[in-house]
């Protein structure tokens, strides 16, 4: 069983910047994929970014987020990260880390469904 537990949301002005944190109660965490997932109220949880280190490093964006969020792990303290700068209005939401041990082909690292480990979720408000 894997526990995730994110921290670090709040409420920012627009233009600020945040950091998410995730840490994960696993036994070898290198060999999960992490993703980082939001969800705006009324609106379905989309993907936002994603971090594998298993077969080679490979980190992944949602168009949305490219060049202001940085997605990085650390294998050694079983935790990911998630930088936001440069927030928008529209980033708010609530945050969900995600893990799950299984590889394919493709763009499922996206997937909602091809994650079975979540967290709680962390609140993510920014203001205009």
């Known amino acids: 069983q894997v526990q995730l537990v994110e921290s670090g949301g709040g409420l920012v002005q627009a233009g600020g910047s945040l950091r998410l944190s995730c840490a994960a109660s696993v036994r070898t965490f290198s060999n999960y994929r992490m993703g980082w997932f939001r969800q705006a109220p009324g609106k379905e949880r989309e993907f936002v970014a994603a971090a594998i280190s298993w077969g080679g490093s490979r980190i992944y964006y949602a168009d949305s987020v490219k060049g202001r969020f940085t997605i990085s792990r650390d294998n050694a303290k079983n935790t990911i990260y998630l930088q936001m700068n440069s927030l928008k209005p529209e980033d708010t939401a609530v945050y969900y880390c995600?893990?799950?041990?299984?590889?394919?082909?493709?763009?499922?690292?996206?997937?909602?469904?091809?994650?079975?480990?979540w967290g709680q979720g962390t609140q993510v408000t920014v203001s205009s």
């Open positions: 995600a893990a799950d041990g299984r590889y394919y082909s493709g763009s499922y690292y996206m997937e909602v469904k091809e994650y079975t480990y």
